[in-house]
């Protein structure tokens, strides 16, 4: 049985007594700090504990897990159709994302054609919660660094998106949306109508946004320089997403590998040069603009028919009144209910670019209709690890800007 | 010129040999099985000749039917930014001892992955800096992911693994 160490303890380790009781001339000697688990600045359940000189930090130990929930386990002994909403809950900015991610990955198991309409369908929806995760980070960005109004202003405008999500599959945070093939039915004439109205609301808000923030003396003092970091080194850390493209790669999965059709829209990867919080907020910035481009192209270009699934019986459940009324899909019914249906013996892995980087789905399927073994790559995990490298010399107010800016979501570091 | 499934595969065996086989069991990337202990060469060699220079991913496995050699696996994924390639690799642990050596040397981000899966399925990463649990909390014995710890009440009879389309697990592995 290993003992628990109190992290004081761990940092107190690594230096010698003379560096940590040294006097300096003025009297001021280092400190020892704890930030967290619950914090209110810290915008979830993070715990750093800061070795402090004055006001900078010299050195900073992380513990995680405050939220475990053990998914990776839970989806050992859940049918395909029910690990969704173990997805919703991983970065719960975003959960549509992670919705689709999980859906190609079993659609990549089962080796299922999406026809046209339902893959432009998912790329809209994909990128109405990239914008509605980067509103989040850049007005929270904003709010951390003493300005409140634009977090107030844009927010409004997630809660549009949750309306969209709402009309589509009926919930708004935590989404379960779709099934294996497409969606579960057609979106209402009342969700496109406010996808449209969303469309011309939206950027001219965002614009004002931006003007408020992006050129603001106070607001670019407090992001400029701080917490940078070098391509190489994040690259090392195993960044992906938008805080791997402000320290200046080109690396997003939905160039790297498309999916989903992405191949057929025209948008620009926009990349910083510092990594600093400034180049993460600006790249988070440029990234919605180029969201709305996606989603402009997948409305012009939205084949009419399709319809709103694959032509899969073995896999799609069958709507319920056909179940009540039509002997083939009681069947299928049942078959898919029961687990009937054989399911390849395989490995896969399947990744999106979700809201913080590359989602990673790596799926064992051993035949049976629940999974062997799951594993959630999940972006914030690993890149938070560089955090304490980030912060070392900055100071603590800048601390929780930069853990802001790499928008560090507790469910999903913690799964 | 670009990476083909056939020109890594060709690579790899003329440079490891006995040690290393094609994964039969991936439908998608290139996927290669090596022995644990060429597994750290191996990760190296790809990072510093072929230009993998991404480690995507690090998880543990866990295969209670398997031979008592080869119960536990490390799967790490690899990606080439430059010839956009993926590679799978896996390697087999024994139950008894499930150790390896830790890659966490040639990638930072292999850091906190190996202490997950040294967290949830005991596997040992030798060399590793800072070994510990990351999720689960430090005085917790058990290593939670493994086959033979159930979920939830076992009792239950409406989530019995034979509804689920397969046996019921064989717990051949003794308690921990």
């Known amino acids: ?415 | 010129m670009a990476l083909t499934k056939e020109i890594i595969s060709e690579k790899i065996t003329a440079k490891f040999g006995e040690a290393v086989r094609i994964d039969g069991d991936s439908l998608d990337y290139t996927a290669v099985v090596i022995e644990s202990a060429k597994a750290h060469d191996l990760i190296k060699y790809l990072r510093d000749q072929e230009g993998f220079n991404f480690l995507t991913d690090v998880c543990g496995a866990h295969f209670p039917d398997n031979d008592k050699s080869a119960q536990f696996a490390v799967i790490y994924h690899m990606h080439n930014w430059v010839d956009r390639f993926r590679i799978r690799i896996k390697s087999f642990l024994n139950a008894e001892n499930p150790v390896i050596n830790t890659v966490s040397d040639l990638y930072l981000s292999a850091n906190w992955q190996e202490r997950e899966t040294y967290d949830f399925y005991g596997i040992e990463f030798k060399n590793h800096p800072d070994l510990r649990r990351i999720l689960n909390m430090d005085e917790m014995e058990s290593f939670p992911m493994r086959k033979e710890f159930p979920l939830e009440d076992q009792g239950r009879t409406d989530k019995d693994d034979r509804y689920f389309g397969r046996l019921p697990q064989t717990n051949n592995l003794p308690n921990n």
């Open chain 1, 1 to 415: 049985m290993s003992q628990y160490t109190p992290l004081t303890k761990k940092i107190e380790d690594r230096y010698n007594e003379e560096i940590l009781l040294r006097e300096n001339e003025d009297g001021s000697e280092l400190s020892i700090l704890n930030l967290g688990p619950s914090h209110p600045a810290t915008h979830g359940i993070f715990q750093n504990v800061l070795l402090m000189d004055g006001e900078r930090i010299v050195d900073a130990e992380q513990t995680l897990g405050y939220i475990h929930r053990a998914f990776e386990k839970i989806a050992e002994n859940r049918p395909f159709y029910q690990i969704t909403p173990l997805t919703d809950r991983l970065n719960y900015c975003s959960s549509p994302i992670n919705n689709m991610g999980w859906w190609l990955t079993v659609e990549k198991l089962l080796g299922i054609e999406i026809p046209k309409r339902v893959q432009y369908m998912r790329v809209i929806i994909m990128e109405l919660s990239r914008i509605s995760d980067h509103i989040i980070c850049n007005s929270i960005v904003g709010v951390d660094s003493g300005a409140f109004t634009g977090f107030l202003h844009v927010f409004q405008y997630r809660e549009k998106i949750y309306e969209i999500f709402e009309e589509i599959c009926g919930a708004r945070l935590t989404t379960n949306m779709g099934r294996i093939g497409g969606f579960e039915r057609d979106w209402s004439p009342a969700a496109w109508a406010k996808l449209d109205k969303f469309m011309i609301d939206f950027p001219p808000a965002w614009e004002e946004f931006d003007r408020m923030l992006t050129r603001n003396r106070i607001f670019m003092d407090r992001c400029l320089h701080t917490g940078g970091i070098s391509a190489n080194r994040a690259i090392e850390y195993g960044f992906t997403g938008p805080n791997l493209r402000a320290a200046g790669v080109d690396y997003d999965v939905r160039v790297a590998e498309p999916y989903c059709s992405y191949e057929d829209f025209e948008f620009d990867i926009p990349v910083g040069t510092a990594g600093d919080t400034y180049d993460r907020y600006m790249v988070r910035q440029q990234e919605v603009r180029e969201s709305l481009k996606i989603i402009r192209q997948a409305l012009d270009k939205m084949p009419k028919e399709g319809g709103f699934h694959a032509d899969v019986p073995d896999y799609y459940l069958p709507p319920k009144q056909e179940v009540y009324n039509n002997m083939e899909a009681l069947i299928y019914h049942f078959k898919i209910v029961m687990g009937e249906i054989p399911v390849p013996k395989g490995e896969v892995y399947s990744c999106v670019e979700g809201g913080n980087g590359e989602v990673g789905f790596y799926l064992i399927s051993d035949g049976s209709r629940v999974p062997f073994r799951l594993h959630f790559r999940r972006p914030c995990f690993i890149y938070y690890q560089g955090y304490t490298e980030m912060i070392k010399g900055a100071y603590l107010s800048d601390a929780i800007l930069i853990m802001s800016s790499m928008n560090v979501i507790a469910g999903e570091l913690d799964a």
